[in-house]
Nanobody, 121 residues
Framework: QVQLVESGGGLVQPGGSLSLSCAAS????????MAWYRQALGKQRELVAS???????TYADSVKGRFTASRDNAKNMLYLQMSSLKSEDTAVYFC???????????????WGQGTQVTVSS
């Protein structure tokens, strides 16, 4: 099986910075796309950032210029560097990974349990 574990969440003041990490482990042959989603209280889950195996990134308009996604393919790690944080960034952040478990096998979609990010003074 495959497990995703997020870490790095916590309380930060507006304008501050925070870094999140996601570690993937288990039966992994190849990881394709890794992504961060978030869900604020009373709102739908939304895509924050995604990154391909080649490092190509996409971001939600609300975080462009403030957040940076990166990955370490050798370690199966995903990161999210968040700067100039706003109260609107408060949410549970989830790691999402699309991967294959064997050579030429189908792609599977996995989710982490989430880590809370609270931006408040």
């Amino acid at each position: 099986q495959v497990q995703l574990v997020e870490s790095g969440g916590g309380l930060v003041q507006p304008g501050g910075s925070l870094s999140l990490s996601c570690a993937a482990s288990g039966s992994i042959f190849n990881i394709y796309t890794m992504a961060w989603y978030r869900q604020a209280l009373g709102k739908q889950r939304e895509l924050v950032a995604s990154i391909t195996s080649f490092g190509s990134t996409t971001y939600a308009d609300s975080v462009k210029g403030r957040f940076t996604a990166s990955r370490d393919n050798a370690k199966n790690m995903l990161y999210l560097q968040m700067s100039s944080l706003k109260s609107e960034d408060t949410a549970v952040y989830f790691c999402n990974v699309k991967l294959s478990r064997r050579a030429f096998g189908p792609q599977y979609d996995y989710w982490g349990q989430g880590t809370q990010v609270t931006v408040s003074s």
